[in-house]
């Protein structure tokens, strides 16, 4: 990710994990200052992240890990959070992502987590990682408000 801190969470393709990504999450976001809101936001972005990499990357297969990491930068007073989740999976071409707002998707009843990662999240990069498997690297910076602001 980058030399500023990282918080790093290895394991097995397991749903249970899914909730305590989110605890981790949350707590970083209260460390950056991010407001309730934003916090929900965040987490629902992580959560769907990390359901595709276990179901769609790892395909439930619970020997296959999924890497989840939390950077917060600057280190000193972190303004930013950035979230970068690696499967083990086979891969795909990010460009081929259905549109779920497609009249022909709209009815489906998956095909929106990559959608509402990037409705949530400031930036958004989907590619194959160098390791192996896919790699979504999300990224939310805190507001700053115009009376704070020089």
Same mark, same amino acid.
């Given at each position: 990710? +980058?030399? %500023?801190?990282? !918080?790093?969470? +290895?394991?097995?393709?397991?749903? %249970? =994990?899914?909730?305590? #990504? &989110?605890?981790?999450?949350?707590?970083?976001?209260?460390?950056?200052?991010?407001?309730?809101?934003?916090?929900?936001?965040?987490?629902?972005? #992580?959560?769907? /992240?990390?359901?595709?990499?276990?179901?769609?990357?790892? &395909?439930?297969?619970?020997?296959? $890990? #999924? +890497?989840? @990491?939390?950077?917060?930068? *600057?280190?000193? @007073? *972190?303004?930013?959070?950035?979230?970068?989740?690696?499967? &083990?999976?086979?891969?795909?071409?990010?460009?081929?992502?259905?549109? *779920?707002?497609?009249?022909?998707?709209?009815?489906?009843?998956?095909?929106?987590?990559?959608?509402? =990662?990037?409705?949530?999240?400031?930036?958004?990069?989907?590619?194959?990682? *160098? @390791?192996?498997? =896919?790699?979504? !690297? =999300?990224?939310? +910076? $805190?507001?700053? /408000?115009? @009376?704070?602001?020089?």
């Amino acid at each position: 990710m +980058t030399s %500023d801190p990282v !918080v790093r969470l +290895t394991f097995r393709s397991h749903f %249970d =994990m899914v909730d305590f #990504v &989110q605890v981790v999450s949350d707590e970083l976001g209260k460390i950056v200052g991010f407001d309730g809101d934003s916090i929900h936001w965040i987490g629902v972005a #992580v959560r769907e /992240s990390v359901i595709n990499a276990i179901k769609h990357g790892n &395909q439930d297969i619970e020997d296959k $890990l #999924v +890497t989840v @990491e939390f950077g917060l930068a *600057p280190p000193a @007073e *972190p303004k930013r959070l950035t979230v970068r989740v690696v499967d &083990q999976g086979d891969g795909f071409d990010p460009v081929e992502i259905a549109d *779920p707002l497609a009249p022909e998707n709209l009815l489906k009843s998956s095909g929106r987590g990559v959608f509402f =990662m990037r409705s949530l999240m400031d930036d958004v990069r989907i590619r194959r990682a *160098p @390791e192996g498997g =896919m790699e979504v !690297v =999300m990224v939310k +910076t $805190l507001a700053v /408000s115009r @009376e704070s602001a020089p």
